[in-house]
């Protein structure tokens, strides 16, 4: 299955979710920016369900950034990547000053996305996290790890597409899972849809400004 863009995969996702979460008062939807926030917009219109933004951000290894050693998201979770950690044997000051950091720029970008609205609690929740797919799984690991510390009562990862071991492996982590494609080769995200331009911050903010207004 290729999907024409971003919203298109999102109400493809919608279809898959909506006899189990139409219409629920405790759901609330969140998107992973920037390109989670198109799917998941069409998801929470579908559902009838408030929209907001959860930013992830990761806690690169000093001189080595591209290798995460931690994460941060919104409502300030610092989550440690104990495996690798370990391996750099890190101190836990160079840690707590690298995800400071790694904390105020998730902040000057939750500031670009929400225009200073305050966010929507996930506190008894069930909390929809949704991507726009996923590759190695490992940005949405994080993000349920963090938001599982913010007392949701229940955490859905819900994707358009995914490689079925990336699901296996979510899939034990939180309550439910929802992935409308899983193709038998997975290289790329990008694969799954005709149209995967890069979704700009200004999508962003316009898409949860427009959910903010909607009844």
């Known amino acids: 299955m290729r999907f024409a863009d971003r919203r298109d995969a999102g ?12 219409g629920r008062d405790d759901l609330l939807v969140l998107g992973l920016p920037r390109g989670g926030v198109p799917v998941a917009y069409e998801v929470a219109a579908a559902l009838e369900a408030p929209l907001d933004v959860f930013t992830v951000r990761k806690i690169g290894v000093p001189g080595r950034e591209e290798l995460a050693m931690g994460a941060v998201a919104s409502g300030g979770a610092v989550v440690m990547n104990y495996e690798v950690a ?25 500031e670009v996305y929400t225009k200073g609205r305050p966010p929507l609690r996930p506190e008894g929740k069930t909390v929809m996290l949704v991507d ?6 490992s940005t949405m690991r994080a993000a349920v790890r963090a938001v599982s510390e913010l007392g949701p009562e229940r955490v859905v990862v819900a994707v358009p597409c995914a490689p079925s071991s990336a699901c296996r492996e979510l899939a034990a982590m939180v309550d439910d899972l929802v992935c409308v494609s899983s193709p038998a080769w997975f290289q790329a995200v990008g ?17 949860l400004a427009a959910a903010a207004d909607r009844p």
């Open 11 to 22: 109400r493809a996702l919608a279809l898959r979710l909506v006899d189990d979460y139409y």
């Open 132 to 137: 726009d797919g996923l590759a190695t799984g």
């Open 86 to 110: 370990d391996m750099i044997d890190i101190a836990p000051r160079d840690f707590d000053e690298a995800a400071e950091r790694a904390l105020a720029e998730l902040a000057r970008r939750e």
């Open 191 to 207: 694969q799954c849809y005709q149209r995967f331009d890069q979704t700009s911050d200004e999508e962003v903010g316009e898409l």
